[in-house]
Every structure is written in structure tokens, then in C-alpha cells.
């Protein structure tokens, strides 16, 4: 059986997500991961598109000095009220991102960049938004998920494939943004790059 031509390809994950292997792992794309550890700080009037943009572009040039692959970079942030949510700084930050999340909608997006060097180079980066609709939450339910450890590491401060999910009335637009990785976005643009 003939594979995809956008899995032909050696594929390089620049970063050390387990969320992101796993959805790699999922639809079958082999690769290797290697962490991209870069300075994360927002610039000046940078908006949730550019930042994440960003990101995913410097993760896969920062991994492109090591090898010789197609690159994968990716970055996940979460916007509510215009206010950027990353990852919280400790339990008080996660409580506070999600006492903002409670009860309302708010954007997920994920930038995403795929980087070829080599013998023919190429570079493509786009973001995917998913809307994210919370139920109301109360103090226990709060404090009871901040509890778990699960908000540490992740934008805005859950994880919808995790306890979370108790906690997500709605979804506008691709799960897999949410989760990390817009599998269907990276794929498409593997096919054009």
C-alpha cells in the first residue's frame, strides 16, 4: 500500500509536548522530537495570531541548525477579553485563568510553521482558531481540577482532552487546535511545502 506523500517525508517535531506526539502518533506520521527551548516572552503590541505565529516559526529554525528534515513547530495560546493566556505561572495564575474562563466562550489558537531545509527549501506558517465555550464553574470545582496538576503546562490553564472535559459545554472548529496540534492544517500544509 502506498503511503501519503506528506508522510514520506522524515518529519521533526520541535518540541517536547506529549499532546503533540500523541495526535502525530494517531494519524500514523512518523517522527522525532526534539525540544525547542526558546524565549517564550511576548513583544510589545504583538497580537495572539503573530505571538503564536511566531513561536511556531523560531521553534522550527531554532531545531533546523540540528538537522536536515521537514521541521514542525507549534505553539498554543488561549484568548479571552483580548487578554493572552499562556501557561499559568503556579496554582494562583491557573485559578485566576480559569475563574476568567468560567462560564463563557474564548479563542484557542494554534500557530503552527513546517521548515525544509536542504535541497529544496521552504517555509510555511498559518494558525487554526477554535472557539471554547466553559460551563460556569464553582470554587471546588476550581479548586478541586488546580488540585490535580493538570492546568500546569497548558494554555489557559486546562486541558480539554483531560479532567477538563468535564467542563467544556461547546466547541466552534477543529478539537485538535485546542489539544495542540491541527493535525488537518499541518497536513495540508505538508502537501504544499
Same mark, same amino acid.
Given at each position: ?15 517536547q509536548?506529549?499532546r503533540r506526539?500523541?495526535?502525530l502518533?494517531?494519524v ?21 495570531? /503573530? ?10 529554525e531554532?531545531?533546523?541548525s540540528?538537522?536536515s ?6 505553539d ?10 499562556g ?28 521548515l525544509?531545509?536542504? +535541497? ?19 470554587? /471546588?470545582e476550581?479548586?478541586w481540577?488546580? +488540585? ?8 489557559g490553564a ?6 477538563? +472535559? ?6 466552534e ?5 485546542v489539544?495542540?496540534?491541527?493535525v ?10
Amino acid at each position: 500500500m502506498e503511503s501519503l506523500p506528506a508522510f514520506e517525508e522524515p518529519l521533526v517535531l520541535a518540541s517536547q509536548s506529549p499532546r503533540r506526539a500523541e495526535i502525530l502518533q494517531a494519524v500514523g506520521w512518523e517522527f522525532i522530537a526534539i525540544a525547542a527551548n526558546i524565549d517564550e516572552t511576548r513583544h510589545p503590541n504583538e497580537d495572539a495570531v /503573530d505571538y503564536v505565529q511566531r513561536l511556531a516559526r523560531t521553534k522550527a529554525e531554532t531545531v533546523a541548525s540540528q538537522t536536515s528534515a521537514m521541521i514542525l513547530g507549534a505553539d498554543t495560546v488561549v484568548v479571552v477579553d483580548d487578554e493572552i493566556l499562556g501557561q499559568p505561572r503556579d496554582d494562583a495564575d491557573a485559578r485566576r485563568m480559569l475563574q476568567l474562563l468560567s462560564g463563557r466562550w474564548h479563542e484557542v489558537l494554534t500557530g503552527v510553521a513546517l521548515l525544509r531545509s536542504g +535541497a529544496s527549501p521552504g517555509l510555511i506558517v498559518a494558525h487554526e482558531t477554535t472557539r471554547v465555550r466553559f460551563a460556569e464553574l464553582t470554587a /471546588d470545582e476550581i479548586d478541586w481540577y488546580v +488540585a490535580s496538576g493538570e492546568p500546569s503546562g497548558k494554555a489557559g490553564a486546562y486541558g480539554i482532552q483531560g479532567r477538563a +472535559a468535564l467542563f467544556i459545554k461547546e466547541i466552534e472548529g477543529d478539537y485538535f487546535t485546542v489539544v495542540g496540534l491541527p493535525v488537518r492544517l499541518v497536513y495540508e500544509l505538508a502537501r504544499q511545502l
